[in-house]
C-alpha cells in the first residue's frame, strides 16, 4: 500500500525552476485545502483557478498564495458567445486557464491530487520533473532502449543514429500517479480495489505515430508551442459524453506534434492520486465513449495534415474539418465538437494576438 507524503514542510527548498515563466492551472469546485500539502513547491508560482459548476459559491484557497480565480460568469464575460467553447460542470473547463495564461509553460494539476513519495521516502516535486522533462530534448524518431537518454545515468545506446540525437524540442510532459490509477469505468467495477503501487523510475518519448490516453490530472505543456491544441472539447452539462476531455486533447496534440516535429515523454513525476470516483456515474459519463472510441482512435491514427499546416493553429483547424467530415457520421455530436474547435482557436487568437500573428512551428527533423 502506498501513502502520500505527510509532511512536506521539510521539504528542500530549492530555486524555483521558471518561476516567472510558469501558471499552475486548477480545476475546482471545492476549496483547495490540497494545496497546504504543496506548498513547498507550488507557493513560488502563479496559480490560475478555473472553477467548475455554481459560481455563486466561494472557493476558499490557503493564504500565501499568489492567484487568480476565475468562475463561469468570468467567462461568459471574457469570451462572450465564444464561451460556448468552454465545458460547463466538468473539468474540461481547465483549458480555460490555459487560454488566458501569459507564461511559456503550463502545469496542471486536480485537487485530489496529493505530494507522492518515491521509494526513499522522499516528497516527490513533481513540477520540478516535469520541468525537467520539458526543457531537455525528445527522441521520437528512433527509440532509446535506456529510455530518456538525457537523464542523469543513460545515454544513447549503441546503434542509435548519430544523425538523431540532437533530438528535438518536447511540447509535453505526461505524469502519472500512484495508488489510484486513471482507469475507466468497466475497468474499475471489476477492479474495485486495485491500486498503483509500482513506482518506475523512467521516463519515455512516445514515438511518433503512437497514440496514448492522456490523463490531464498531472500534466506540463509548452504553452508556447503547442497551447492552442490543449483543448479539452466539449464535455459535462448538455454533452452526450464525459470522461474523454484530456483524450481528445491528447489525441489531437500528438497528431500535431508529430506533424510538426516536437515531441511528447510519459512516466515520471507521480502523484498521489487520493480519490476514487463512483464508476456507476463514470460509467453513465463513459458509455458512448466506449463505443466511439474504436472510430476515433483509428481516425486519429489515419489523420494527416498537409504542408500547408506550419502553425498549431493551422494544425487543428485543418483537424477539425476532418473531424466534422470523417466523425460527424458516427455521431451529430462530432459535428458540435468540431465548429466547438474553431471556435476555440478563434478566442485563443482574440486573447493571445501577438501569438496569432507571429506564430511559427518549430519544426524537427523527420
Not at 464575460?77 to 466538468?90: H, R, T, W, Y
Not at 485563443?348 to 511559427?360: G, I, Q, V
Amino acid at each position: 500500500m502506498v501513502e502520500p507524503a505527510t509532511d512536506t514542510k521539510t521539504a528542500t527548498k530549492l530555486v524555483p525552476l521558471l518561476k516567472d515563466e510558469l501558471d499552475i492551472v486548477i480545476p475546482t469546485i471545492r476549496n483547495l485545502d490540497f494545496l497546504e500539502m504543496w506548498r513547498p513547491f507550488f507557493e513560488p508560482y502563479h496559480l490560475i483557478i478555473v472553477q467548475d459548476g455554481d459560481p455563486s459559491k466561494i472557493i476558499r484557497v490557503p493564504d500565501g498564495f499568489d492567484y487568480e480565480l476565475y468562475n463561469r460568469n468570468d467567462i461568459n464575460k471574457i469570451l462572450g458567445p465564444k464561451a460556448s467553447c468552454i465545458s460547463f460542470k466538468d473539468s474540461a473547463c481547465r483549458c480555460f486557464g490555459y487560454m488566458v495564461s501569459k507564461k511559456k509553460y503550463i502545469f496542471t494539476i486536480d485537487d485530489d491530487c496529493f505530494v507522492a513519495k518515491d521509494p526513499s521516502g522522499k516528497a516527490i516535486n513533481a513540477l520540478e520533473q516535469h520541468i525537467k522533462n520539458i526543457l531537455s530534448p525528445s527522441t521520437p524518431f528512433f527509440f532509446n532502449t535506456l529510455y530518456d537518454p538525457y537523464r542523469g545515468g543513460a545515454d544513447f545506446v549503441r546503434g542509435y543514429p548519430f544523425s538523431l540525437r540532437e533530438g528535438v524540442p518536447t511540447a509535453v510532459s505526461h505524469g502519472l500517479w500512484l495508488n489510484i490509477p486513471d482507469y475507466d469505468a468497466p475497468t474499475q467495477l471489476v477492479k474495485p480495489l486495485e491500486r498503483n503501487t509500482r513506482y518506475v523510475d523512467a521516463v519515455l518519448t512516445i514515438p511518433k505515430g503512437t497514440l496514448f490516453p492522456m490523463c490531464g490530472m498531472n500534466l506540463c505543456f509548452d504553452r508556447e508551442l503547442i497551447g492552442p491544441a490543449m483543448y479539452f472539447g466539449l464535455m459535462g452539462d448538455g454533452q452526450p459524453i464525459g470522461r474523454y476531455d484530456d483524450m481528445w486533447a491528447g489525441w489531437c496534440t500528438k497528431v500535431i506534434c508529430d506533424h510538426l516535429g516536437l515531441g511528447v515523454k510519459t512516466g515520471l513525476p507521480y502523484i498521489y492520486h487520493s480519490k476514487a470516483s463512483n464508476p456507476f456515474v463514470n460509467l453513465k459519463k463513459e458509455y458512448k465513449g466506449i463505443f466511439w472510441q474504436e472510430e476515433i482512435i483509428p481516425f486519429f491514427q489515419a489523420a494527416s495534415l498537409s504542408k500547408e499546416c506550419t502553425t498549431v493553429q493551422k494544425c487543428y483547424i485543418e483537424l477539425s474539418k476532418q473531424v466534422k467530415e470523417k466523425l460527424g457520421k458516427v455521431d451529430p455530436y462530432f459535428d458540435k465538437l468540431a465548429d466547438a474547435m474553431v471556435t476555440w482557436i478563434e478566442a485563443w487568437d482574440e486573447l493571445n494576438p501577438s501569438e496569432a500573428s507571429s506564430a511559427k512551428a518549430t519544426n524537427g527533423k523527420a
